[in-house]
T-cell receptor, first 115, second 111 residues
Framework: AQTVTQSQPEMSVQEAETVTLSCTYD???????LFWYKQPPSRQMILVIR??????QNATENRFSVNFQKAAKSFSLKISDSQLGDAAMYFC????????????FGKGTHLIIQP | DAGITQSPRHKVTETGTPVTLRCHQT?????MYWYRQDPGHGLRLIHY???????DKGEVSDGYSVSRSKTEDFLLTLESATSSQTSVYFC??????????FGPGTRLTVT
């Protein structure tokens, strides 16, 4: 079974600075997808960014980017120019390619933004 | 947003009573999912559906059953609720690009 590990239960960053959230995963498959979800206090799960394993280029969405290291099975999220609205729980998730099964989530990282 | 609603949004029930949570989607997505979220565990998959009347178990399926009689509705039933099933329950759908869209969640308390 696949596992996803987020080793940082909590991170704190000053507003306008850059922070990196870590995620590692374990799989024997070659075809898979990785995601970062944000969960603010409203509880809504919001997709931040996704990465297809077959793509070598790291995904970027505005201030959010990933560092995807396939051989190391690492998928970190970098948030640049942190804003107060970025404060939330962040979950890393894995999905095997093909198949109907759901996502495997890490336990989450609580991101605090210091004004 | 994928137009996913969950009902009820909050529920308090007693141990041993049956409970049904409803998920409704308007996007005609084939795949639907039920997850539970507990402190320190992230989200864990309970059951999923890959079509009308087609369902399968996830990681934490014991004590839960599901049904899908229409594409738009996916029901999660706790046959006899226990305190260990106190949790926040999320429904999700999936599009062809593997992106999942989540409902707002249901907070269930079993006393």
């Amino acid at each position: 079974a696949q596992t996803v590990t987020q080793s940082q239960p909590e991170m704190s960053v000053q507003e306008a600075e850059t922070v990196t959230l870590s995620c590692t995963y374990d799989t024997s498959e070659s075809d898979y997808y990785l995601f970062w979800y944000k969960q603010p206090p409203s509880r809504q799960m919001i997709l931040v960014i996704r990465q297809e394993a077959y793509k070598q280029q790291n995904a970027t969405e505005n201030r959010f980017s990933v560092n995807f290291q396939k051989a190391a099975k690492s998928f970190s999220l970098k948030i640049s120019d942190s804003q107060l609205g970025d404060a939330a729980m962040y979950f890393c998730a894995y999905k095997s390619g093909g198949g109907a099964d759901g996502l495997t989530f890490g336990k989450g990282t609580h991101l605090i933004i210091q004004p | 947003d994928a137009g996913i609603t969950q009902s009820p949004r909050h529920k308090v029930t007693e141990t041993g009573t049956p409970v049904t949570l409803r998920c409704h989607q308007t996007e005609n997505h084939r795949y639907m999912y039920w997850y539970r979220q507990d402190p320190g565990h992230g989200l864990r998959l309970i059951h999923y559906s890959y079509g009308v009347k087609d369902t399968d178990k996830g990681e934490v399926s014991d004590g839960y059953s599901v049904s899908r009689s229409k594409t738009e509705d996916f029901l999660l039933t706790l046959e006899s609720a226990t305190s260990s099933q106190t949790s926040v329950y999320f429904c999700a759908t999936r599009d062809a690009a593997y992106e999942q869209y989540f409902g707002p969640g249901t907070r269930l308390t079993v006393t």
